[in-house]
């Protein structure tokens, strides 16, 4: 972890100020300057870290904490931050190894992880398939009988496990990890690319996204229909992360500091969430002229639609811009938890998915009242913070053992 | 600190009273007027009411509009039920026509020969719970409920689109949400109202009127929320046909 920022290599070092989940508040001076050893960029770990803990509330069924997601506040959702931060994290640590140690070991390193996160997702359906088991085994109710043909696939168990294990079923929030995974093959390719030309790269990516909407591209899944998360639409963010990551995020600076780039985010932002809020509050919907929400509607998340990108970019200047990487409170107690685990990320993501399992079972077993709700969302995020205490402790401990050596690096891709 | 504690807790209890208190009740199942509001309106509807002539409603739907094999309780006939109580002078048909495990395309497809068979002065059309655990492409999706609201309107009706039940313990296996949302885009887009059985039920859920997540409940909670869902949706065709707050109850 400590050898994550340290000496001045080939590529451009995105230095604090110009590090953030998106780009920075454009002070020149000290954005060209490199960030001291063993400096972390502290602000990708918090909204990493945040992003989880909305993921896991967004996972389970609705309650009060529910209105504390950004989702219903505007287009975009913790996705969109989760896989920016991926994508800005992985850059920056494998194209440090790319550089490094050469195209082989860096793509060996970036398929090592992917299989991690290959071997994560079968262990979560694994828990997935106990659970639906269990369900379509003890449950029966007359008023569900159409919804629990859902569990057909269970007749077939041999074909839907391959089909599981080819990332084709997939269970409703399982779609993140298949995403990430693909994205994560796709690095090594970006990163040389990447390297060569930035914003070539870039802008390749984008005529992908365009093209993947033209002509309607699309992943299929079993038995039929498409991925939640179109890998081909989705990896704009994940490239304009990587982008950001190798030196983009400098380079756009004076954008991000301008008063313009800062008025027009807060306009998008408050029209989004008055757009949003006649979702809520149907009263309000009249308000709205018919034309827009017919060019508008539907908001698609499956191609990552426009307005979500936007909204994500609109977000993220904003935050650059109010939260300069230097900010005491960054190295507040109070965040710690959140940080923890965004340095973690692949592990409190798993955990994540497994206690909204765990939370939907206790709340179908137990009662569905609403304090055990509330006290079941925070025992979560309890949990997920100790667990992500624990792991930063156990790394900690055998780092200090082992010979000091380049490892961990893969820590702030996302964890171990 | 303290205090604060004491005040929280009591809190609970009182909440958690009121809950209980409401769950006693249950018959009652009271529906938010937000979500029996609507814009849009049944003309057809209310010309036919108004004129004394009969009121003949056709539900189409897939499995989730009845209960095993007992039609006398699934929701149609409640509608019918209700609305006989509102209008005692009116005739009223309610006839239901169920394609289990047909997708909105499919269903859709036979419009034009059903419509030619029943003329009924309104169709409501639930759908979407197929689509959604075939996780079917929602603009496919989208565009099937154009399709077949065009040719209901066309075939001299008016349209009320409703959407899936909420149902708690599939949540993690069926993701419902891009469907409930095209289906209120294509309402928008025909200018007809649509029925939110998910939030209605939701609602009661989280009122504690019914307990969905149970799996203990034979027939007789189906038998109920039917019941409910009978007389929300009367109440819903009132309002959408502006037939006045006289004749309701």
Known sequence: ?416 | MRSGLLLGLALMILVAGAAFARAEEAETCPVPASLLATESSLPKVAEAVNSGRPLDILVIGSRSSSIGGSQEDAYPSRLQAALKDKLPTATINVSVELQSKQTAEETAAGFVKLMEAKKPTLVVWQTGTVDAMRSLDPDDFHAAVDRGVTALQNAGADVILMNLQYSPRTETMISGSPYMDNMRAAAQEHDIPLFDRFSIMRQWNEQGDFDLFSAVHGPELARRVHDCIGRALSNFIFGAAHLGPAQQN
Not at chain 1, 234 to 256: D, E, P, T, Y
């Open chain 1, 1 to 416: 972890m400590a050898s994550v920022a340290d000496q001045a290599t080939g590529i451009s070092v995105p230095a604090p100020a110009a590090a953030a989940d998106a780009p920075a508040t454009g002070v020149a001076a000290s954005s060209i300057t490199l960030p001291a050893v063993g400096e972390r960029e502290l602000r990708l770990d918090l909204f990493r870290g945040l992003a989880l803990w909305l993921i896991f509330i967004d996972h389970l069924p609705p309650s009060f904490l529910t209105w504390l997601t950004i989702r219903n506040y505007g287009f975009s959702d913790a996705t969109e931050i989760f896989i920016f931060i991926s994508g800005y994290t992985a850059a920056f640590v494998y194209g440090r190894a790319l550089i490094e140690h050469g195209f082989i070991v860096a793509a060996a390193r970036v398929l090592r992880r992917a299989w991690q996160i290959y071997v994560a997702h079968v262990f979560l359906f694994t828990i997935f398939l106990a659970e639906i088991s269990y369900v379509a085994t003890s449950f029966e109710n007359p008023l569900y009988s159409e919804e629990m043909g859902i569990m057909d696939f269970l007749k077939q168990p041999d074909v839907t496990i391959v089909q599981a294990l080819l990332l084709r079923f997939r269970p409703v929030n399982m779609d993140v990890l298949p995403l990430y995974i693909v994205l994560m093959l796709a690095l090594p390719l970006i990163l040389v690319s990447m390297r060569w030309r930035p914003d070539l790269t870039l802008a390749l990516s984008v005529l992908l996204y365009a093209v993947t909407w033209q002509f309607d591209l699309y992943f299929s899944s079993y038995p039929n229909g498409v991925w939640m998360f179109n890998p081909l639409a989705w990896q704009l963010l994940f490239v304009f992360g990587a982008w950001c990551a190798l030196g983009g995020a400098r380079r756009m600076g004076k954008i991000l500091s301008s008063n313009i780039t800062l008025w027009i985010s807060i306009t998008y932002l408050v029209a989004a969430f008055f757009v949003t809020l006649t979702w809520y509050v149907p009263q309000l919907g009249h308000a709205l002229p018919r034309r827009l929400e017919q060019w508008m509607y539907p908001i698609d998340k499956t191609d990552l639609d426009v307005l979500r990108f936007a909204h994500f970019l609109a977000l993220a200047a904003i935050t650059v811009r109010v939260l300069p990487s230097d900010w005491p409170g960054l190295k507040s107690r109070w965040l710690k938890p959140l940080m923890l685990c965004g340095q973690h990320s692949l592990e409190i993501f798993c955990l994540g998915v497994f206690l909204s399992f765990a939370g939907h079972f206790i709340l179908a077993e137990v009662a569905g009242g609403a304090a055990l709700h509330a006290l079941i969302s925070l025992c979560g995020i309890v949990i997920m913070s100790a667990v992500a205490w624990l792991i930063s402790w156990y790394k900690h401990s055998a780092d200090k053992s082992a010979k000091k050596g380049a490892r961990g690096n893969a820590d702030l891709a996302g964890g171990g």
